[in-house]
């Protein structure tokens, strides 16, 4: 079974940081560029930063960079997001994707608040 799933959400304090895990299962995985969206409540679904099958490029959207990291270990067939400087507009559910294969995982929640 091909799936994605996300560990390391929770609640943070503003300013705070959190490092989120996505550990895929049941292809090899180290073949396609992977990514994290996130939704916040209310909004549409949006992407966040995407790192390419090497992990030698990656991409971030708005004012991420600079705050998130991106990367991944192919021999654990796992991608990490870490955060730092998180904002109460950074609360949302977020999910580990796979475009190609249009494949999502379940989503964990981060709450940044005080």
């Known amino acids: 079974q091909v799936q994605l799933v996300e560990s390391g959400g929770g609640l943070v304090q503003p300013g705070g940081s959190l490092r989120l895990s996505c550990q895929a299962s049941?292809?090899?995985?180290?073949?396609?560029?992977m990514g994290w969206s996130r939704q916040a409540p209310g909004k549409q679904r949006e992407l966040v930063a995407r790192?390419?099958?090497?992990?030698?490029?990656?991409i971030y959207v708005d004012d991420n960079e600079g705050r998130f990291t991106i990367s991944r270990d192919n021999a654990k067939n796992t991608v990490y997001l870490q955060m730092n400087s998180l904002k109460s507009e950074d609360t949302a559910v977020y999910y580990c994707?796979?475009?190609?294969?249009?494949?999502w995982g379940r989503g964990t929640q981060i709450t940044v608040s005080s």
């Open positions: 994707i796979v475009d190609e294969l249009s494949l």
């Open positions: 049941g292809t090899n995985f180290s073949i396609y560029a």
């Open positions: 790192i390419t099958s090497s992990g030698a490029t990656t």
